[in-house]
């Protein structure tokens, strides 16, 4: 019999274990690339910013992850507003017409294979996009590449924030001093 998606790490061993947090709050490893386990975790998030995209404009931006960790992004959230007007109530990424394509560089390969929906990729702060199965794995000194396209009718500003925590190569546990 062949090796199942779930007993390669894809998701948890159990239904008593699942916990869509689990890697986030650390209580548990269903969530977290296999082999990285052991290793200290630090709560960490990554920010693209698009100071002011256009209505059908289409802009790419980056950012670096830093060379001193990996990168384990548990969940994915947006912010965006009028950069015209300065409106400050945010636009929820469910009715906002613009489309994503997210890129990582360590690897040279987009994350879907054409620009897709923001909301299909991001939530709210009080409600963000949970990698379910699998948490999204950055290397380091790779970048998290975004290009973004906007379909509204006025200049919007944006904050796509990629939330997680950060994976050092030392142990979790270390000894008593």
């Known amino acids: 019999m062949g090796t199942s998606m779930r007993s390669q790490g894809y998701g948890p061993s159990s239904v008593s274990d699942f916990d ?28 693209v910013i ?10 790419t931006v980056s950012t670096n992850i830093q060379n001193d960790s990996f990168f384990v992004c548990t969940q994915q959230m947006a912010e965006i507003w009028d950069s015209a007007t ?4 945010n636009l929820s990424p469910a009715v906002a017409a613009m489309t994503v394509r997210i890129m990582d560089s360590s690897s040279g390969k987009f994350q879907m294979d054409q620009p897709t929906p923001i909301a299909n990729l991001f939530g709210t702060a009080l409600n963000p996009k949970v ?20 379909g509204m009718a ?16 030392v142990p979790d546990q270390l000894p008593t001093m």
């Open 20 to 47: 869509p947090f689990a890697g986030a709050r650390g209580n548990g490893v269903a969530f977290i690339p296999p082999g990285l386990e052991p290793y200290y975790k630090d709560p960490f998030s990554y920010n």
């Open 50 to 59: 698009f100071n002011a995209i256009a209505n059908a404009q289409t802009l």
């Open 86 to 89: 300065g409106n400050t109530t």
């Open 131 to 150: 990698w379910l199965y699998r948490a999204r794995l950055y290397l380091p000194g790779g970048q998290i590449s975004v290009e973004l396209t906007n």
């Open 154 to 169: 006025a200049s919007q500003r944006v904050r796509l924030t990629f939330e997680g925590f950060k994976v050092y190569k």
